[in-house]
């Protein structure tokens, strides 16, 4: 999945699936922060502070430790597609971050390569409140998934998936 932003090189596409090919991953996302030069390159402060507390939180969360979830440069296995519960997500940009949630309920590997950070002019961006109103959605998705996590509620989002939830009893 290449974001139609013109944010991400297509040209790295081949090391974005190296290693789907290899089995060492089922997902693998093009990490902007990896480098350590995402605002160098032109990020702007605000989305990289945002991304980075976001990040912490999901990790925390997901009981992961990636270095950005909010990336729009991604390669799933066609197993995971398949796993997944499209139905059940928003048509909005919460929509990427959903099914990351989803992966990481259903306990697939997630790996990352280094991207180059890519913002110009030409580039789409969205605007600093619809930014805000992603990162809300982002803490209520991260909300019911520790409920549903903890057993304190279902979701419909991770109900029809083989999840930890299962895998507990």
Known sequence: ????DYQYDPTLVPQLIEPIIQGRADVV??????SGAALAQGMPWWKYIAN????ALENRAFGLSLSEFHTGYRAFRREVLETLNFTANSDTFIFDQ?????????????????????????ASSASFLASTVYGMQILSLLFWY??????????SKFDSL????????
């Open 1 to 4: 999945m290449v974001h139609p």
């Open 29 to 34: 996302l093009g990490s902007r922060l990896m």
């Open 52 to 55: 980075r507390s976001l990040t």
């Open 98 to 122: 959903e099914i990351i949630a989803q992966i990481a309920w259903a306990g697939f590997r997630i790996g990352e390569i280094a991207v180059p950070t890519r913002y110009f002019p030409e």
């Open 146 to 155: 520790t409920l549903t996590y903890y057993r304190i509620c279902r979701s």
């Open 162 to 169: 083989h999840t930890r939830y299962t895998r507990m009893l």
